[in-house]
């Protein structure tokens, strides 16, 4: 209901969307585009989600932007045919490139979300010349050392309901991908992502219709991916991108709110590693800017693209206040 709710507000606001499928060597990814003016290809976070979660609040960009999203490959609806062996670190960013190509964008506004952030990250730092802006909201840890740190703050956030989380986690119908488990697990792991009750409550509103849409066979396929996906990255022994984010010349925003059950000075080594970065610092916000302060979030962007065209300038920070 809220969901629908949600819709209706925005609707005369957004413009239709149009559903297509961009093929690619061994999957076909579902993609939604919708929107006008200036192009972005929206990377959505997990890596076990697909791009549900982000609508439809993320939409309200569309009035002036044209979103381009994508569910990655063995998620959602990119999910059919898909094995979770075959999902790596390689294949995700050639997919990236192919939607990119697919759109004949010669260099691309790249808008990740969480893990999606890790994903335009080591995009861009392979393929500069491809990428024309980063915004990456409410980023992921891009080094172990920040994955451990994340980790830590976790566990203290959680306290004695980490024994309730584990008890979810090693349940038959979690291991089997029943959608009433995983959402119960979900509404714990997110217990600390947001300032108000209110937002959690509409994210697992969400979450949950999208869980029972992929079905069993759809969470478990995802959750694979997603330890195939960490084995490539956040388990490599020492990773770190940091280092190499410092000869990026590419204007960069990174978004974090104050209240981001991610430790906020994750996103400070972000911006801080990448030399043309603008660190923004919403008030009152967790995990999920585009959803919690989507004025700020939007009034962030705005300015940021405006401001990029001109001569870059060091990273800075600024906050947001309600």
């Known amino acids: 209901m809220i969901g ?24 076909s990814l579902y993609t939604r585009v919708v929107g006008r003016g200036p192009a972005m290809i929206v990377l959505h976070g997990g890596p076990d ?33 898909v094995r979770p062996d075959d999902v790596t670190l390689a294949s995700e ?26 994903l335009a990250l080591e995009y861009a730092r392979r393929y500069p010349e491809r990428v024309s802006r980063l915004i990456l909201m409410n980023p992921a840890p891009a080094s172990a050392a920040d994955v451990a740190l994340l980790r830590k703050s976790y566990l203290e956030a959680l306290g004695s309901d980490m024994d309730a989380q584990r008890a979810i986690l090693d ?24 300032k108000k009750r209110a937002d959690n409550e509409k994210m697992m509103t969400a979450m949950h219709a999208a869980f029972i849409r992929q079905g069993k066979e759809g969470i478990v396929k995802a959750r694979a991916v997603e330890d195939r996906l960490y084995l490539d ?5 020492g990773y770190d991108l940091l280092p190499k984010l410092r000869s990026l010349d590419i204007p960069t925003l990174v978004i974090v709110g104050d209240s981001d059950f991610i430790p906020p000075v994750v996103a400070s080594h972000i911006a801080a590693a990448i030399p043309n970065a603008t660190l ?17 979030t939007r009034r962030a962007i705005d300015e940021f693209l405006r401001r990029s065209a001109q001569p870059p300038k060091r990273s800075h920070e600024s906050a947001l206040h309600r």
């Open 233 to 237: 990255t956040w388990k490599v022994p």
């Open 280 to 296: 923004v610092t919403i008030e009152d916000c967790g995990h999920f800017s585009y959803l919690e302060k989507p004025a700020e």
């Open 93 to 118: 960013l050639d997919d990236l490139d192919r939607v990119r190509r697919h759109f004949h964008l010669d260099k691309a506004v790249l808008l990740g979300h969480s893990w999606g952030t890790v």
């Open 171 to 194: 349940s038959a119908a979690y291991k089997e991908g029943d959608p009433e488990a995983v959402i119960a697990r979900y509404r714990i792991h997110f217990e600390h992502a947001f």
């Open 49 to 81: 989600f697909d791009s549900a979660y982000l609508l439809p609040d993320l939409d309200r960009l569309s009035d002036s932007y044209r979103l381009i999203y994508y569910d990655q490959r063995g998620r959602g609806k990119s999910a059919a045919g």
């Open 4 to 27: 629908l709710l949600a819709v209706a507000l925005l609707s005369p606001l957004i413009p239709r969307p149009h559903e297509l499928r961009v093929q690619v060597p061994g999957a």
